[in-house]
């Protein structure tokens, strides 16, 4: 099947009559993996984010079934949250039919690309903690399959405050377009970055944290009552959609600078 570009260049040509293409772009918008999964492979043309497979609980030879038929269609797809006992087995997949990725650290989560073009985007991507590393990974492949540059710092949060000085500073000076913070506990780390800075904030609450406020709903209550303006929030344990908003709000505004 033609892809979006060559059905366009077909009916500007006029080697493709108007119906004809009309039919095409209807059925290039969904698109069935032998009825186990639909893609919405106009999503990246639309929204510009790419597809995302949830691979938690996923049967592994179904799930090996839907990354190759997705790559046979885009350029890239994110799989999040791989069963454990799987990941090594989808690693091993990928070498064996030459699939080219991306993976992060403490987290299954893996990006499958063909190619990806840099849109000029720039995302800081911060941690409050070590135990927040995985979700802000997340953030981070979601980042750079959007095509945006990913400047990542961990472990920076307020029990030792004055280790987040420097990456603000880094991050202002490589004029990034937002800012994803992941934090866990009461989840301050958000505030106090956004308060320090001109840039959108996107608030990460991690489910790291006991007692009352256990499973992130502390950081999220915290985030949610900020004084801080500029800063929004996504879930508990959501770095994937802040990659996403930040990464959108980046290229938007590469998109301008280019333009300017």
Same mark, same amino acid.
């Given at each position: 099947?033609?892809?979006?570009?060559?059905?366009?260049?077909?009916?500007?040509m006029g080697e493709m009559s108007a119906s004809r293409?009309?039919?095409?772009?209807?059925?290039?918008?969904?698109e069935r993996i032998e009825d186990l999964a639909k893609?919405?492979?106009?999503?990246?043309?639309?929204?510009?984010?790419?597809? @995302?497979?949830?691979?938690?609980?996923?049967?592994?030879?179904?799930?090996?079934?839907?990354?190759?038929?997705?790559?046979?269609?885009?350029?890239?797809?994110?799989?999040?949250?791989?069963?454990?006992?799987?990941?090594?087995?989808?690693?091993?997949?990928?070498?064996?039919?030459?699939?080219?990725?991306?993976?992060?650290? =403490?987290?299954? !989560?893996?990006?499958?690309?063909?190619?990806?073009?840099?849109?000029?985007?720039?995302?800081?991507?911060?941690?409050?903690?070590?135990?927040?590393?995985?979700?802000?990974?997340?953030?981070?492949?979601?980042?750079? +399959?959007?095509?945006?540059?990913?400047?990542?710092?961990?472990?920076?949060?307020?029990?030792?405050?004055?280790?987040?000085?420097?990456?603000?500073?880094?991050? $202002?000076?490589?004029?990034?377009?937002?800012? $994803?913070?992941?934090?866990?506990?009461?989840? +301050?780390?958000?505030? @106090?970055?956004?308060?320090?800075?001109?840039?959108?904030?996107?608030?990460?609450?991690?489910? @790291?944290?006991?007692?009352?406020?256990?499973?992130? $709903? /502390?950081?999220? /209550?915290?985030?949610?009552? !900020?004084?801080?303006?500029?800063?929004?929030?996504?879930?508990?344990?959501?770095?994937?959609?802040?990659?996403?908003?930040?990464?959108?709000? /980046? =290229?938007? /505004?590469?998109?301008?600078?280019?333009?300017?």
């Amino acid at each position: 099947m033609l892809d979006l570009m060559e059905i366009l260049k077909s009916l500007e040509m006029g080697e493709m009559s108007a119906s004809r293409a009309k039919k095409l772009l209807s059925l290039h918008s969904i698109e069935r993996i032998e009825d186990l999964a639909k893609f919405d492979v106009g999503r990246r043309m639309r929204r510009g984010i790419p597809e @995302v497979v949830f691979a938690q609980n996923k049967n592994l030879g179904d799930l090996k079934k839907i990354i190759l038929g997705a790559l046979a269609r885009t350029d890239c797809v994110l799989v999040s949250r791989i069963n454990e006992d799987h990941y090594k087995r989808v690693i091993s997949f990928s070498k064996r039919h030459h699939l080219r990725i991306q993976t992060g650290k =403490n987290t299954t !989560s893996i990006l499958f690309f063909k190619k990806i073009s840099l849109s000029g985007g720039k995302v800081g991507v911060v941690t409050a903690g070590t135990s927040d590393i995985g979700i802000a990974e997340e953030a981070r492949l979601m980042c750079e +399959a959007m095509g945006c540059k990913s400047i990542t710092s961990y472990d920076v949060g307020i029990a030792g405050l004055h280790r987040i000085f420097p990456i603000i500073k880094r991050l $202002v000076g490589e004029e990034v377009d937002a800012i $994803v913070v992941v934090a866990g506990m009461e989840g +301050a780390l958000a505030s @106090v970055v956004s308060a320090l800075v001109d840039i959108p904030v996107i608030g990460v609450p991690s489910s @790291v944290g006991y007692g009352y406020g256990a499973k992130g $709903v /502390a950081a999220l /209550a915290s985030m949610l009552q !900020s004084c801080t303006l500029g800063l929004s929030v996504v879930n508990i344990d959501n770095g994937i959609g802040a990659g996403a908003f930040a990464a959108n709000i /980046a =290229n938007r /505004a590469a998109s301008r600078k280019s333009r300017d």
